[in-house]
């Protein structure tokens, strides 16, 4: 019974390259969120998705960021030509249901450096 | 929107000993939802407990309990008989019609023994 992953653990990318990061919620979970932690702080919401759906993308910035959960496959985060302030720890939560009580389960991260 | 506020940045507790650790909440939904979540120092997110805004009683879960006030918008977190591998990150966390979570800015648990 597999819980949520992410991948890669760890991602090292140079200042304009592009980073890309993966989730696989659990199993039966069908809302994917992404949330970011800069060092020392707090967890931030960035997007909430469905498959095939983008449900709020209130906390991604504007621009270099994009976020997908296909039909098939798992769900993806997109930096494009990242630069220092993207290191953070990057965090995927999945849940089962829509309203009432909904944990988020967390995978363990992806730390993205920039160099 | 959602508003977390954590007061405590660093709290001691003395093995074998119950630690309250604070949270307070500020939201305008009818209908929320509180959590504490614990990140020790190899960065995963373990979630603890959780509190339904209508639920009459207090969530327990093992040695964690959710002391929630409603009145008072506060959701501290009890964890008794402390052990070494408590030290920990602690972040309190909200949701409500939407459906991510606001978390606040943690409250770092030391156990000595």
């Known amino acids: 019974n597999a819980g949520v992953m992410q991948n890669p653990r760890h991602l090292v990318r140079r200042r304009g390259q592009e980073a890309r990061l993966r989730c696989s919620p659990m199993k039966g979970h069908s809302h994917v969120y992404w949330y970011r932690q800069l060092p020392e702080e707090g967890l931030k919401f960035m997007v909430y998705l469905q498959k095939e759906n983008i449900i709020d993308e209130s906390g991604m910035p504007k621009e270099r960021f994009s976020a997908e959960f296909p039909k098939e496959g798992p769900s993806i985060l997109r930096i494009q030509q990242v630069v220092r302030g993207d290191s953070a720890a990057y965090f995927c939560?999945?849940?089962?249901?829509?309203?009432?009580?909904?944990?988020?389960?967390f995978g363990p991260g992806t730390r993205l450096t920039v160099t | 929107a959602q508003k977390i506020t954590q007061t405590q940045p660093g709290m001691f507790v003395q093995e074998k000993e119950a630690v309250t650790l604070d949270c307070t909440y500020d939201?305008?939904?009818?209908?929320?939802?509180l959590f504490w979540y614990k990140q020790p120092s190899s960065g995963e997110m373990i979630f603890l407990i959780y509190?339904?805004?209508?639920?009459?009683q207090n969530a327990t879960e093992g040695r964690y309990s959710l002391n929630f006030q409603k009145a008072r918008k506060s959701a501290n977190l009890v964890i008794s008989a402390s052990q070494l591998g408590d030290s920990a990150m602690y972040f309190c966390a909200s949701s409500g019609s939407a459906r991510q979570l606001t978390f606040g800015s943690g409250t770092q648990l030391t156990v000595l023994p």
């Open positions: 939560a999945s849940s089962l249901r829509t309203s009432g009580s909904y944990e988020q389960y």
């Open positions: 509190q339904g805004s209508y639920d009459q």
């Open positions: 939201t305008s939904d009818p209908s929320y939802g």
